[in-house]
């Protein structure tokens, strides 16, 4: 019998995330989309049905952080998987609910805290590893991390350590956004998690060791596929904490790529204490959050889409040896933003985050990655997942010593 799936959010990536759901339902039962707020999945189900996707897809509403109206949904639904593409806020209310009802798991991100900003790493064991024995204990498979960084990164890790390496020595993640969405500044995602990546300090795993930066103190021009020399800077990173504990005697790091006038409006704001989430008082006895205000004016993420030029170039740098011999590869993806909104109605950056959940949740309903058990994505067989991204629409690369190929 086919699981039911059921979708937690309706942003920008749970938009994509629907979207191939409805292109690839023969693969599941029912599929639900749950959102605190009922007509933005009402909206999505409106663009999923102008593609012709006659699937029923019943929207409902949900307050993800309650874990008890989780599991009551879960139940209600009969559903067997749950993508939960919502804000990383509510990661573990509903990761507890799937537990508890027996729901296999998938997030494309850590957990958060709203009150709690780069912790200590490694970030998963703050939360998710801590139920590890629950979810095995309750025979849950639950898979953190599959959007794309994290997710398809950490299986281009893991193709490289099945395929090329007998030891990796390094890791570089480089994720470039050669894009532009004509607006004078906005973020491709919501804009409070992301500017929490990139105001507290910036945490790689190198020579055996937790290292810390400022951000944007360390960076670097990269000649890439397709978009060509970009400068991208040290960041810290979800897949840099459990890639460190499969690899620890590789240097994990992640670079992502800015331009200048993001880097000098970003620094603009830290400095005025716009980007701060504690409450400040107005002279009219306002209190107000800056850094919910800053989100408040900026565009939403989803409102981009259909302006949207350019490309991404997302891939590995591994480094390792092979019988005794050194050597390197990149692996990698390129999207297109048009080709992305002309397919689901998103940019780029939501497609590259919101198709992977969906081949997750189909390799669990195929039986390869019910594993029954927490896994991140790098613990889990690679090639099934990558040459089924490149059926959806995520192509891999390679370029290694035989050129530049797909995987």
């Not at 999923?48 to 949900?62: C, D, F, N, Q, W």
């Not at 139940?75 to 209310?93: C, H, K, Q, Y």
């Not at 937790?210 to 960041?235: C, H, I, Q």
């Not at 499969?246 to 800015?258: C, E, K, L, N, S």
Request: net charge negative; glycine share 10%.
């Amino acid at each position: 019998m086919k699981p039911n799936v059921l979708i937690i959010g309706a942003g920008g990536v749970a938009q994509v995330t629907a979207h191939k759901c409805a292109q690839w339902a023969a693969e599941f039962g029912a599929i639900h989309i749950a959102s605190r707020t009922r007509s933005k999945a009402d909206a999505i189900v409106d663009g999923i049905r102008a593609k012709g996707h006659e699937a029923a897809i019943p929207t409902h509403t949900l307050d993800a952080s309650d874990s008890a109206a989780v599991a009551a949904l879960i139940r209600e639904l009969e559903a067997g998987i749950v993508i939960n593409v919502g804000s990383p806020f509510v990661n573990m209310p509903v990761l507890n609910a799937c537990i508890e009802t027996g729901a296999a798991y998938i997030d494309t991100a850590i957990h958060e805290e709203p009150d709690k900003i780069n912790e200590a790493p490694p970030w998963y064991a703050n939360y998710e590893w801590k139920r590890r024995e629950d979810a095995a204990a309750a025979g849950v498979t639950a898979v953190l991390g599959a959007g794309f960084d994290p997710g398809v990164v950490n299986a281009y890790a893991r193709l490289a350590e099945d395929e090329y390496f007998d030891e990796i020595t390094s890791i570089d993640i480089v994720d470039v956004n050669a894009g532009s969405h004509g607006r004078y500044f906005a973020t491709n995602f919501d804009p409070e998690i992301n500017f929490r990546e990139f105001t507290g300090k910036v945490y790689t795993w190198q020579g055996g060791e937790w290292r810390v930066n400022e951000m944007f103190e360390v960076g670097r021009e990269w000649d890439l596929p397709v978009v060509g020399k970009r400068s991208a800077y040290l960041s810290g990173h979800d897949e840099i904490h459990s890639l460190a504990a499969r690899y620890p005697q590789a240097d994990v790091r992640f670079w992502m790529g800015f331009g200048e006038h993001y880097i000098n409006v970003f620094t603009v704001l830290k400095n005025l204490g716009l980007l701060s989430e504690h409450p400040v008082t107005t002279a009219e006895g306002l209190e107000v959050v800056p850094l919910k205000l800053v989100k408040a004016v900026l565009p939403d993420p989803a409102s981009l889409a259909p302006d949207y030029e350019g490309k991404t170039c997302i891939g590995d740098l591994v480094k390792g040896t092979r019988d005794g011999q050194p050597g390197e590869v990149f692996i990698y993806n390129v999207a297109d933003h048009a080709e992305a909104h002309a397919e689901v109605g998103s940019q780029g950056i939501s497609y590259t985050a919101g198709v992977p959940p969906v081949a997750a949740a189909i390799l669990i309903a195929r039986g390869p990655w019910d594993v029954k058990r927490m896994a991140n994505v790098e613990d889990l067989p690679a090639r099934p997942f990558l040459d089924l991204l490149g059926e959806m629409g995520l192509p891999t690369r390679v370029i290694d010593a035989e050129g530049d190929r797909p995987i």
